[in-house]
């Protein structure tokens, strides 16, 4: 039995709610993963497991179990973690999340660059616009953009980011161009939001004459992905709030124009988010360090 490889089925197999959820998560077939658990069921003489159709939950002895399993996986990773130090190379795997269009835009054209020079690392890249419980999902970096709340992890900013309202030419055509930012409360305005299960971003925050105005904006569509905001926006359906390196090809073609530049939204931080403990591993130190370079090189290009 390999106890490392069925200790990690089990522990994501809990956290995702499935075993082939956690095996799919481990890249292993939903019967490797079924394996797994039962080699481990059978070592320990217990069952870990409550099985049905629809749900698997932890016996009380495998929530147990569960705790000191998560706790060996995260003695492993620390001590492989030191022994790295000493390696000619980093070799393993970092897990990597980001907001869809971050991801796309900024992100993803970094992986095969670092992967590049450092053959040996894998990068698991997730891509996702809803919240992400790092611990939980076992990352090792987060990718932010936003307004930086209360956390109990590190952060590293890379840089302020600007945002834009933007609407294409043919809804301003039909709906007129807001002159301040009131408007935007007008029932003949539909605003574009981003909204999924306990967003934050119910409003928009503008850089009002006399300071950030928040705005508690409505608007007849909403979507958990920002890329389809963009789309929506470009079709003439509303106005989307949007940072202006993810619109900037759209707003050079036209197919998207500025709206309210003179009171624009604030700056959203884009920046990475980690556990402490996570950067004491050398691969994920080099990472962090060549994402943020070479994010900051891709912002500030234009500006030199």
């Not at 929506?232 to 940072?243: L, R, T």
């Not at 990475?272 to 900051?296: G, N, S």
Request: net charge positive.
């Amino acid at each position: 039995m390999q106890y490392v490889d069925c200790l990690n089925v089990f522990v994501r197999s809990v956290d995702l709610g499935s075993i082939t959820s956690g095996g799919r998560d481990l890249r292993l077939t939903p019967a490797v993963a079924s394996k797994r658990i039962k080699e481990l069921e059978a070592h320990l003489g217990v069952r870990l497991l409550n099985r049905t159709t629809r749900s698997l939950t932890p016996t009380e002895i495998g929530k147990v179990y569960y705790d000191h399993a998560r706790s060996v996986l995260e003695s492993i990773r620390e001590s492989e973690a030191a022994v790295a130090g000493f390696s000619s190379a980093p070799r393993g795997t970092i897990s990597v999340v980001a907001p869809l269009g971050v991801g796309r835009r900024l992100i993803a054209p970094l992986v095969p660059e670092f992967v590049a020079q450092y053959p040996e690392v894998n990068i698991r890249l997730r891509l996702s616009d809803r919240k992400v419980d790092m611990l939980a999902d076992n990352l090792d970096l987060a990718i932010f953009l936003g307004e930086l709340r209360d956390s109990n992890l590190k952060f590293r900013k890379i840089a302020s980011c600007e945002r834009v309202l933007c609407a294409s030419p043919k809804y301003l055509a039909s709906h007129g161009h807001p002159k301040t930012p009131g408007d935007l409360l007008r029932n003949d305005h539909n605003c574009l939001l981003l909204r999924y299960p306990r967003s934050p971003e119910y409003f928009w925050t503008l850089q009002g004459r006399d300071g950030p105005e928040r705005l508690e904006v409505a608007g007849r569509y909403d979507a958990d992905d920002g890329d389809v905001l963009t789309r929506w926006a470009e079709e003439g359906w509303g106005i989307a709030n949007k940072p202006r390196f993810d619109v900037a090809e759209a707003l050079a073609n036209g197919s998207l124009v500025e709206v309210l530049p003179d009171t624009p939204p604030v700056s959203a931080t884009l920046g990475c988010l980690y556990p402490h403990r996570r950067l004491q591993d050398p691969k994920i130190r080099l990472f962090l360090d060549f994402a943020v370079m070479r994010l900051k090189e891709t912002l500030f290009a234009g500006r030199r």
